[in-house]
């Protein structure tokens, strides 16, 4: 397979995402982000590593966390500028909300939360530490994933109001929220999902799976979840009311010996990208039921990979920092 871009940096690429202007961006464990087609590069986390990255809620530019405590927003033209700092912090999860340019970072058991319109902080405080983070779409509420459930805070009210708790005992490591703020869903130790629906808190329990789920992601106008954790990527569907409840779950081109390591789909179309712990990428259209092989041949391990907003363009990097952009031929 002939890639339209693929470079090697020697260092664990965390993450590998598109901006808003379909712009690629880079972040790596050794600090570094980089714009592959700008052939830029820039210490954002100089002597330290990046832990988290997501794309800024203005659509440019990477907001990377470190195990220096520093939040950092980098961008191709300006290079890094330090949004925040806390010493001693690791900053492993970070989440933003592009409607009301938000930003949100955990410090152990803090929840960070910067309001870039009013240009303000609040701080909101857990009983145990916060292992992820989403908005729902209008930026209203923050929920927060921890232990024995999800913790959900209006994230525009004082630091002081009492949050609400969506409960299921175990620990709950990542979170995901459908596009239609119908439904929220955490990936748990014990590798299985945990759903509730909104509007009554009504509980989804969704198991399974033989590995523990690293990724998931909605896709197709919020109608499919897929998720990581099996031989083939799992995907769920969300096409009625209920959701997923009463429904079976699909595993998309299962392979022997190797895991999917990460997911993701087209935001409006029906196409998934995924890719396996023994580093191959595959494309699949869900309607048509093709597979398309992006990289077929076994390496390093898949750690993080992004589709374009029209599902295009593959951009992915593996655990020994190389990076590749597929592209359709002309």
Same mark, same amino acid.
């Given at each position: 397979?002939?890639?339209?871009?693929?470079?090697? @940096?020697?260092?664990?690429?965390?993450?590998?995402?598109?901006?808003? #202007?379909?712009? !690629?961006?880079?972040?790596?464990?050794?600090?570094?982000?980089?714009?592959?087609?700008?052939?830029? /590069?820039?210490?954002?986390?100089?002597?330290?590593?990046?832990?988290?990255?997501?794309?800024?809620?203005?659509?440019?530019?990477?907001?990377?966390?470190?195990?220096?405590? /520093?939040?950092?927003?980098?961008t191709k033209?300006?290079?890094?500028?330090? #949004?925040? +700092?806390?010493?001693?912090?690791?900053?492993?999860?970070?989440a933003v909300?592009?409607?009301?340019?938000?930003?949100?970072?955990?410090?152990?058991?803090?929840?960070?939360?910067?309001?870039?319109?009013?240009?303000?902080?609040?701080? @909101?405080?857990?009983?145990?530490?916060? +292992?992820?983070?989403?908005?729902?779409?209008?930026? /209203?509420?923050?929920?927060?994933?921890?232990?024995?459930?999800?913790?959900?805070?209006?994230?525009?009210?004082?630091?002081?109001?009492?949050?609400?708790?969506? @409960?299921?005992?175990?620990?709950?490591?990542?979170?995901?929220?459908?596009?239609?703020?119908?439904?929220?869903?955490?990936?748990?130790?014990?590798?299985?999902?945990?759903?509730?629906?909104?509007?009554?808190?009504?509980?989804? /329990?969704?198991?399974?799976?033989? =590995?523990?789920?690293? +990724?998931?992601?909605?896709?197709?106008?919020?109608?499919?979840?897929?998720?990581?954790? =099996?031989?083939?990527a799992v995907?769920? !569907? @969300?096409?009625?009311?209920?959701?997923?409840?009463?429904?079976? =779950?699909?595993?998309?081109?299962?392979?022997?010996?190797?895991?999917?390591?990460?997911?993701?789909?087209?935001?409006?179309?029906?196409?998934?990208?995924?890719?396996?712990?023994?580093?191959?990428?595959?494309?699949?259209?869900?309607?048509?039921?093709?597979?398309?092989?992006?990289?077929?041949?076994?390496?390093?391990?898949?750690?993080?990979?992004?589709?374009?907003?029209?599902?295009?363009?593959?951009?992915?990097?593996?655990?020994?920092?190389?990076?590749?952009?597929?592209?359709?031929?002309?």
């Amino acid at each position: 397979m002939t890639f339209a871009y693929q470079n090697s @940096f020697d260092s664990y690429v965390v993450a590998a995402l598109f901006d808003t #202007l379909g712009e !690629p961006v880079v972040a790596l464990a050794d600090g570094r982000v980089v714009f592959p087609e700008a052939d830029a /590069r820039y210490d954002a986390h100089p002597d330290a590593s990046i832990l988290s990255a997501v794309i800024h809620p203005t659509g440019l530019g990477v907001i990377t966390g470190g195990d220096d405590g /520093r939040v950092v927003w980098t961008t191709k033209e300006a290079g890094p500028i330090e #949004l925040a +700092s806390h010493k001693g912090a690791w900053i492993d999860v970070i989440a933003v909300a592009p409607e009301g340019q938000v930003i949100a970072y955990a410090t152990a058991k803090k929840v960070h939360v910067l309001d870039l319109l009013k240009k303000e902080s609040k701080i @909101f405080t857990h009983e145990h530490s916060v +292992s992820d983070l989403v908005f729902d779409p209008k930026a /209203r509420k923050l929920y927060c994933a921890t232990y024995n459930g999800v913790v959900v805070w209006f994230a525009r009210i004082d630091e002081k109001q009492k949050p609400t708790k969506l @409960f299921w005992a175990g620990s709950h490591t990542k979170i995901a929220m459908a596009p239609s703020s119908e439904f929220v869903i955490t990936a748990m130790q014990e590798s299985a999902l945990h759903g509730w629906r909104l509007k009554d808190s009504k509980d989804m /329990r969704m198991g399974g799976y033989p =590995a523990k789920i690293k +990724s998931l992601n909605f896709f197709a106008k919020g109608k499919l979840l897929a998720t990581s954790g =099996a031989n083939g990527a799992v995907v769920w !569907p @969300f096409l009625r009311a209920n959701g997923p409840m009463g429904e079976e =779950a699909s595993e998309i081109n299962p392979l022997e010996g190797t895991m999917v390591s990460c997911v993701a789909g087209a935001p409006e179309e029906t196409i998934l990208a995924a890719g396996t712990e023994d580093g191959r990428v595959w494309l699949a259209e869900l309607q048509s039921t093709h597979i398309e092989w992006i990289k077929g041949e076994k390496g390093a391990a898949i750690t993080s990979l992004s589709l374009s907003g029209e599902g295009t363009r593959i951009l992915f990097g593996d655990e020994d920092g190389t990076v590749y952009i597929f592209e359709p031929a002309e």
